[in-house]
């Protein structure tokens, strides 16, 4: 399918936005043209088509229903949302995905689950934030001066690589390396409680797939998150830098759409080798 006709086909899902976002899990609807761009990215790595694909956040289910129309078999999606889950399955069941009667149908699984998070800490031991991301400007607080914030591996605690964690430890109850690839946009990790959120569901990703995994990041993370997947082992490509589109959706927005920056990354979880003893 081409990225017109991709395009097309996910402006005609009938509820791509959330009927009420939680702020909390910075829920923000991932738009048919910027869908598009990724799935399509995936296709022409060969990372989709006849592959089994796992999204995880799926929100209301834009790109797993992507996924579907360019020939994934077999797709797991999984969010912690029970609202945005029940939006996911109508829209599944609306554009027919899981069809019997249809030959190329989609066996489409359903989970609701929630990665395990803990806010990332400053030596100074505040939780880090900061200005900008997808919920807009906010101003961080804590009981004491904050720390610079300087993103190195040397400053901060090392984070477990995601072969050093299970399903219990990330709460995903999936067998690591029980897809072929894993697509996630994942919160940007600007509200309290959520610093470094990004990076616990990059790593859970990693843990999931066993060929490649797409994710949204803020360019500005780039060289810090580049840093931090080699350290784990793993081969990491910036595959688009792109804007991400925020409409007014909540009560301190305070211009009507704001653009973000944003790497959508690949991380080759397999070797080049491994690829083609599996094709």
């Known amino acids: 399918m081409r990225l017109k006709h991709l395009q097309s086909a996910l402006s005609s899902v ?3 936005q959330f009927v ?10 991932t738009s048919p043209i910027l869908c598009s761009y990724i799935i399509q990215a995936a296709f022409e790595n060969d990372d989709i088509e006849g592959r089994s694909v796992l999204d995880l956040g799926c929100g209301t289910g834009m790109l797993s229903i992507g996924s579907a129309l360019v020939g994934s078999p077999h797709i797991i999606m999984v969010d912690c949302d029970v609202g945005a889950m029940g939006i996911a ?11 019997t009667e249809n030959e190329d149908c989609c066996i ?3 989970i609701l689950a929630k990665v395990n998070h803990v806010a990332k800490k400053t030596r100074g031991g505040a939780e880090m934030k900061g200005k900008g991301g997808r919920g807009g400007k906010g101003k961080g607080r804590s009981s004491g001066p904050m720390p610079k914030q300087n993103h190195t591996l040397e400053q901060e605690p090392p984070i477990s690589s995601p072969s050093q964690i299970t399903a219990e430890d990330d709460g995903i109850p999936l067998l ?6 894993v697509i996630t946009n994942p919160p940007f990790g600007t509200k309290p409680g959520n610093a470094g959120i990004d990076v616990t569901f990059l790593r859970t990703a990693i ?11 803020k360019t500005s993370t780039r060289p810090y998150l580049v ?29 009507n759409n704001v653009d973000v920056d944003v790497d959508l990354i ?3 979880v397999c070797s080049k080798q491994d690829h083609q003893g599996e094709d």
């Open 14 to 16: 009938p509820n791509p």
């Open 20 to 29: 009420d976002p939680n702020i909390s899990l910075e829920q923000y609807a």
């Open 89 to 99: 399955m109508e829209n599944v069941q609306s554009m027919e995905i899981t069809d």
């Open 108 to 110: 489409v699984e359903f």
């Open 176 to 181: 690591s390396g029980c897809v072929d690839t």
């Open 207 to 217: 843990r999931l797939a066993r060929r490649a995994v797409y994710s949204f990041h």
């Open 227 to 255: 840093k931090l997947v080699q350290s784990w082992g793993y081969e990491i490509e910036v595959v688009a830098q792109m804007k991400f589109d925020i409409p007014k959706m909540y009560k301190f927005h305070k211009e």
């Open 266 to 268: 690949r991380v080759i």
